[in-house]
Structures are given as structure tokens and as C-alpha cells.
């Protein structure tokens, strides 16, 4: 049951409580006062009677003398000499009053009593119709309460659900409105939360920009010196290493340019299939690598796309090193229609990286080797830039699954 | 070559010579513009990043006078300083950090281009010149006059020209201009081929080459 429903039900019956007490009392007052009128009526009547037997013997208004029906309470009450009044129970409730007159006598009155009359009727069906209407007017109300509170608490959940899934300039304090409670003071720590990750994303995207442009120059230097070095196996190394650290420099730069969101596709009409096939290619020869290191499979016809097709390239890249490199060969690339899948025969992604996606620097993956993480984080960047969407997962043997799906073709451009 | 990193512009120049070719260097701006008015060269590499005046407005300054071709060393992660260059005039760039292997390849195709190619024959029709609307092309004298005034091109743009001119009505995607004009085997930037483009059309007419949306340009009869 939501938060409206509760709330609604908890009022309805602490209300209805309520009433209900409140009728008991009122009724029993209005019961109590209704005796006490009757008793002081029919004491009334037998003082009257009293003095008129006391003058001329004769019993008035119905008393009778020594009657028998008598309660015994009643006579023993006032055998002493007092005047007093009994009521006799229900159901058929008669309302007593008696003196003790000359001669030992007893003169008593005896009046019906009805526990309920037209007027006690006419309360109670009052009480009822009040009762039940405040109860569902206050069950209305609550419910309505209710539902806005629960409406903006909603509204905060709808915008942690945006901040989680990367919007971080959702704000939540707008979502729930103005007010001074509870909930806006939820928001606003919501909001205060997300502006700190805010800073915190501001300031690792800063450092990898910085980084990368301050590493830069040295490393362009370095790069172009090491060139210059005489033939041999010492100046290879170093060549080898001062180009692993271009590389990656490269890599960072790329993120950086991710980060400040100047990326935009340059689209172009591609047969998606004979393309993957021509990257795999051209990557074979990049990379030295052997025919049955990477195999292509074309399922269907093949699909034209329009696309940036250095950005699939570079996915594509990206996806298979990262295969070969921490997964085991061969690597498979299956294209169907608009979807891309790459599969490798290794472990597998590790568990977070298929929960978060890619994050920089942050390989961890001790079942898949070291690495620093940025070929696959740039692989997500160039995939955001085309629209289209990129996923790991497990393949059914155990292996690491990359799936790429291009956007629907939009319309506008033929 | 206009380098600020002594590192760099000793070891590219180091680099650069070993492949045969004669490099100056200047370290700024002002000292580019010098020596480029006293030795003419055949063609400029231009670091973005320079101090005191910066390598856009020297390449906008060598513009003025000159065709000769101009790659520009951008900063990678730095986009604006690519169109900002290629608008001021650059036919190619190459980023920072640059792979030797890529400069030497970049500075031999703008090069080829400045220089008549003698692989590509001369069209066997007529005398060689053809017209497009108000537009001559002259394949012998490799000049191109708009109501019979001539314009200056740039050998990029005289090449990117030749290449419509081969396939008068076709549509060339950016992918393959970027191969036949600029020598990329595969990649490229997209950005060169529009950013020219502008240039050529604001010389021969903005409305003979046309944009085919999705596809790439094409030349109007």
C-alpha cells in the first residue's frame, strides 16, 4: 500500500475513533439529563399528590395507595420517612416515586419510562449522519493531503533516478515546489548530494583535460626525439615506450574532448556490414595480427546506415584490442542489421564494468590483466556522440560481450 | 617551421632534415612572418599555440600574399583551434602529439598538391578548358576564372575544384574527397572538407558546389 493509501486509512480510522467517543458522550449525557428531568417531574407529581391526600384522602394524578407492584427498594427507602424516586429496568422501564403518608401509608405514582424516545431517536440518527459524514470528509481531506505528499516525494525519487542515471543538473528542490517541510528539506539535500558529485565529476574530467594537455608537449618532445635515436635494441625500447605513452596521452586527450562535449558525428551512408568487415581489415594490418585472431560474421542483409564511420572504427578498435588483449582470440564480430557484437573467448567483463559501464582508470580487473580503462571508456564516448548504444554483457560461453546498436534512422536528411 | 618547444622544434627539425628537407625555424609569431617574407618556403608548419601573436593570425597574415601550403600543429582536445585554423587559411593539421611518420606523410601530400601532378594526364577533350556556369577551369594553365576574372586558389582548392570538375553531377562524399584531395587511406577529418568547401564557395560561388545532406557535395553544370 503507497504512502496516500496509508495515510488515508490511518486518519479515517483515528477519526472515526474520534467520533465514535465523541457520540457515546454525548448520547449518554443527553440519556443521563432525560432521567433526571423524569425523576424530578415524577417527584413533582407525588409532593403534589402528598398534599392532596394529606387534605382530602384522596390519591390524585393516578398514585395509588400501598400498591403492591411497589419495588421493594422503593418502600424500604421510604418506610425512614423520605420521599424517593426508582427507576425499574429495561426493557419496559418505568419511572417510580413514592412518600410515606399518614397512617403507615404509602403513597406512590408509577409513569412509563422509554429508554428511547422520538427526540432520543431524532439525536441518535444526528450523531450517525454527523459521524459518518466528518469521516469522510476527513478521510477525503487526508487522502487529498496525502496524495500531495506523496506526489512530491514521488517527484524526489523521479529526480534521484535522473541524478543516478547522469543527469546531475536534475534539481529536486524545483521538482517538489515551494514549502518549508520535510520533503523540500529532502530535496534540498538531494540536490546538495548531487552538486557534490557534480564537483567531484567536475574536477576528475578537469584533472584528465589537465593532465593530458600539460603531458602534451614533453611527450610530443619526447616522442619525436626518440625517433632521432641510432638503430639498436636500446633506443627500440625506448621508442616502444615513448610510444605507448603517446598513446596514451592520446587516449586522454580524447576523453578530455568527450568531457567538454564539443563531439559531433559527421554522418555518412554506410553498408554497416561491409564496413565492419573492411575496419576489421584495416586493423588486422594496424596490428599485425594473424586471419584467425578476429572472424567477422554478417547475419541478414546488410544494412545501410547513416553513421560516422571513424567513430564505428574506433569503437570497433577499441572493442577488439580490449578483447584480444585481456580476453583470449578469437574475437568474434557479428553484425545484424543495426547491431554490432563483439565477443571474446576469455573471462569475461568484470561484474561492475557490465553493472556501470567503463570508468577511467579504473580496470581493476584482475581476471582480465591490467589495463588502464580508457580504450572501452572512449568506446562509450564515441557510441554517446553517434546516439547509439552500447552495452557489456556476458556472452553465453563465459566470454566478454560488447553490443553496439545504431539509432533508428532519422527521416529528415533524404 | 613555427615551433615554441625547443625540444620539439630541435627534434622535429632533426626529423625533418633526415627526410631531406631543408627546415628554418622561428619560435613566435613575429619571427615566422620575418622569415617567412625573406626565404619564401614551400611549404609552413604552424604550431597553433604561439606566444605574443598566435599561430592562426600568422596564418591568416600569410594568406594575404601567399598560396603556399600550411599544415597547422593543433593541440588535440582543442577543436576550435582546427575550423579556427582551417578558416584562416591551413589546408591540413596534424595534432599534438603527433606521430613523426604522420607529419612527413601530411607535409608530402600538401606538397604534391602545390606542385602540377604529372601522374594526373590532362583531360584529352578540347583545349582544356571547360566552364561550369560562370566558372572556367583551365587544366593547363591550372587557373580558374569566375566571369572572366581569375581566381586565387589555393592548391588545395584548385585540387578540390579538379576533383568536382572530374565528376561533373556526381555527389563526392567527404570520405572520398578526404582520400583523393588529401591522401588520407582512411580517416581524415570530416571538418577539412567543409571547412574548404566554404572557402571555395565563397570564391567561385556559394551555390555552385552543392551540399547533398547525408551523402556529401557535388558540383552544379
Redesign the interface.
Known amino acids: 500500500m503507497g504512502l496516500r493509501g496509508k495515510l488515508g486509512l490511518i486518519f479515517l480510522l483515528v477519526s472515526a475513533l474520534a467520533i465514535l467517543v465523541l457520540c457515546v458522550a454525548v448520547y449518554t449525557q443527553a440519556q443521563s439529563a432525560r432521567l433526571d428531568r423524569t425523576r424530578s417531574f415524577a417527584d413533582e407529581r407525588i409532593q403534589l399528590a402528598a398534599q392532596s391526600y394529606d387534605t382530602n384522602d384522596v390519591p390524585v394524578f393516578g398514585a395509588k395507595l400501598d400498591d403492591p407492584d411497589l419495588p421493594p427498594q422503593l418502600r424500604d427507602a421510604v418506610l425512614e420517612g423520605n420521599r424517593a424516586t426508582f427507576k425499574t429496568g429495561s426493557p419496559h422501564a418505568k419511572m417510580w416515586a413514592a412518600v410515606a403518608v399518614k397512617d403507615g401509608k404509602i403513597l406512590s405514582i408509577e409513569q412509563d419510562y422509554e429508554t428511547s424516545d422520538d427526540s432520543m431517536k431524532a439525536l441518535q440518527r444526528a450523531l450517525l449522519l454527523g459521524g459518518i459524514g466528518t469521516v469522510a470528509l476527513v478521510a477525503l481531506v487526508s487522502v487529498i493531503l496525502a496524495g500531495s505528499l506523496s506526489k512530491r516525494i514521488v517527484a524526489v525519487a523521479g529526480t534521484a533516478r535522473r541524478i543516478a542515471a547522469g543527469d546531475l543538473d536534475a534539481s529536486a528542490a524545483e521538482a517538489v515546489g515551494k514549502g518549508k517541510d520535510e520533503v523540500q528539506s529532502l530535496a534540498t539535500a538531494l540536490d546538495t548530494m548531487a552538486s557534490s558529485l557534480r564537483g567531484q565529476l567536475e574536477a576528475e574530467r578537469r584533472f584528465t583535460a589537465d593532465v593530458a594537455h600539460d603531458l602534451r608537449t614533453p611527450v610530443t618532445g619526447l616522442t619525436t626525439a626518440a625517433e632521432l635515436l641510432p638503430p639498436g635494441r636500446p633506443s627500440e625500447l625506448v621508442r616502444d615506450r615513448a610510444k605507448v605513452l603517446r598513446r596514451l596521452v592520446e587516449d586522454l586527450l580524447e576523453i578530455a574532448r568527450f568531457d567538454s562535449g564539443v563531439e559531433q558525428a559527421d554522418l555518412e551512408l554506410v553498408g554497416l556490414g561491409a564496413f565492419v568487415g573492411s575496419a576489421v581489415g584495416r586493423l588486422r594490418m594496424q596490428q599485425a595480427l594473424a586471419p584467425d585472431d578476429v572472424i567477422v560474421h554478417q547475419l541478414g542483409t546488410d544494412e545501410t546506415v547513416s553513421t560516422d564511420s571513424r567513430r564505428i572504427e574506433r569503437i570497433l578498435a577499441n572493442l577488439i584490442v580490449n578483447g584480444l588483449r585481456h580476453g583470449k582470440p578469437p574475437v568474434e564480430v557479428t553484425v545484424s542489421g543495426r547491431t554490432v557484437e563483439v565477443v571474446d573467448h576469455g573471462n569475461g567483463y568484470p561484474e561492475e564494468l557490465i553493472a556501470e559501464g567503463p570508468r577511467r582508470f579504473r580496470s581493476g580487473m584482475a581476471e582480465r590483466g591490467v589495463g588502464h580503462g580508457l580504450g572501452l571508456t572512449i568506446a562509450a564516448g564515441h557510441a554517446k556522440v553517434l546516439g547509439a548504444d552500447l552495452t557489456f554483457g556476458a556472452a553465453p560461453g563465459g566470454g566478454a560481450l560488447a553490443r553496439l546498436v545504431l539509432p533508428a534512422e532519422p527521416e529528415t536528411h533524404l | 617551421m613555427v615551433e615554441d618547444?625547443a625540444?620539439?622544434r630541435e627534434?622535429?627539425q632533426?626529423?625533418l632534415e633526415?627526410h631531406g628537407y631543408d627546415v628554418t625555424t622561428a619560435e613566435d609569431g613575429l619571427e615566422a612572418i620575418e622569415r617567412f617574407e625573406k626565404i619564401q618556403p614551400d611549404v609552413v608548419m604552424l604550431d597553433i599555440m604561439l606566444p605574443g601573436l598566435d599561430g592562426i593570425s600568422v596564418c591568416r597574415r600569410i594568406r594575404e600574399a601567399s598560396t603556399v601550403p600550411i599544415v597547422m600543429v593543433s593541440?588535440?582536445?582543442d577543436?576550435?583551434d582546427v575550423v579556427l585554423g582551417l578558416e584562416a587559411g591551413a589546408d591540413d593539421y596534424v595534432t599534438?602529439?603527433?606521430?613523426?611518420q604522420v607529419l612527413v606523410a601530411r607535409l608530402r601530400a600538401v606538397m604534391r598538391r602545390a606542385v602540377s601532378d604529372p601522374e594526373r594526364p590532362a583531360p584529352a577533350t578540347g583545349s582544356g578548358v571547360e566552364s561550369f556556369g560562370d566558372l572556367e577551369l583551365d587544366r593547363e594553365a591550372l587557373e580558374v576564372r569566375r566571369s572572366g576574372q581569375t581566381v586565387q586558389l589555393t592548391p588545395t582548392e584548385l585540387k578540390l575544384l579538379i576533383e568536382f570538375a572530374n565528376n561533373p553531377g556526381v555527389v563526392l562524399?567527404?570520405?572520398t574527397l578526404l582520400q583523393r584531395v588529401w591522401d588520407y587511406e582512411?580517416?581524415g577529418d570530416?571538418?577539412l572538407v567543409d571547412v574548404h568547401l566554404q572557402r571555395l564557395r565563397t570564391k567561385i560561388g556559394a551555390d555552385r558546389i552543392e551540399t547533398v545532406?547525408?551523402?556529401?557535395y557535388k558540383l552544379r553544370a
Request: charged residues 30%.
Open positions: 618547444d625540444v620539439i627534434a622535429t632533426l626529423t633526415r593541440a588535440r582536445g577543436a576550435l599534438k602529439p603527433f606521430d613523426t562524399s567527404r570520405s582512411w580517416g570530416g571538418r545532406r547525408g551523402f556529401g
